[in-house]
């Protein structure tokens, strides 16, 4: 039921191919790369604000991003894995991105893996903060996992990043420290932003969204700073910031928003 590739990126583009075109929902905004590869790949994608959208449009795919980026949405395993049966009943795929669901496991539908109707993307850079390692995982029925293997082909992944991913996923020690670390982390961006008189419109413990008129003027002034956030065509309103890193960062990053 597993299949892996250099990042989870290259499943993301892998996965359209392996479908019949059909019509994909994708409940957004989200990631932009699902809808452009599934479009790519010839599917007629629309995006949506509600799941029970797919329904009404008879969407052979329903893409979910879990907890959902940038806004930080979240499903319960429960409802995820409704949908997937309802997916299931009329032949098709409820595709669950869980990119950013390490912090809170009790959140994955991961356990679910193999169900008819299922698929679940892992990526391991995230919260292990190795992106260069280049580790994405697919987790699907056993006919669909052995068809993404195919696609990827022989040498998926390195020795090495297998043995540090190894090394990694079963250190039962730095992984709940971190999960407490990162936490903290977020309290303490959201105190910070909203010192500076930012509203925190949502996000995960690995990234906080800020909603503000002044977003445009922001992104250029914090640039000016050596600070780079996310911003969004659609939002313009909206920013997006990552979690300083050493105490220098979270200073630099103090000081440019007082400014």
């Not at 590739?5 to 059909?22: E, F, T, V, W």
Request: proline share 7%; with cysteine; glycine share 12%.
């Amino acid at each position: 039921m597993v299949a892996t590739a250099s990042g989870s990126q290259a499943l993301i583009q892998l996965l359209p191919r392996l479908c019949r075109p059909g019509r994909v929902a994708v409940l957004g905004p989200t990631y932009a790369e699902h809808a452009r590869c599934w479009a790519l790949a010839g599917h007629e994608v629309r995006a949506v604000e509600r799941p029970e959208e797919a329904g009404v449009l008879v969407a052979g795919v329903l893409v979910i991003v879990n907890p959902n980026n940038p806004d930080g949405r979240r499903f319960a395993p429960g409802e995820l894995l409704e949908m997937a049966g309802a997916q299931a009943a009329r032949g098709g795929l409820l595709v669950v991105d869980e990119a950013f669901a390490d912090m809170r496991p009790e959140d994955s539908v991961a356990p679910a893996a193999g169900q008819p109707g299922l698929v679940v993307l892992r990526s391991f850079g995230k919260f292990f903060g190795l992106a260069g390692l280049r580790l994405g995982i697919a987790l699907a029925p056993a006919a669909l996992a052995a068809a993404l293997r195919e696609a990827v082909g022989p040498w998926a992944v390195s020795g090495p990043g297998l043995a540090i991913a190894t090394a990694a996923l079963g250190d039962r020690d730095w992984i709940p420290a971190t999960r407490d670390r990162l936490a903290r982390a977020s309290a303490g961006l959201d105190r910070l932003l909203e010192g500076a008189g930012l509203r925190v419109a949502g996000g995960t413990e690995l990234f906080r969204l800020v909603e503000d008129a002044r977003a445009p003027s922001l992104y250029r002034a914090l640039g000016s700073a050596g600070i780079l956030v996310r911003r969004f065509e659609h939002r313009p309103d909206w920013l997006r910031f990552g979690l300083p890193g050493p105490d220098e960062a979270w200073r630099r990053l103090a000081v440019a928003l007082d400014d």
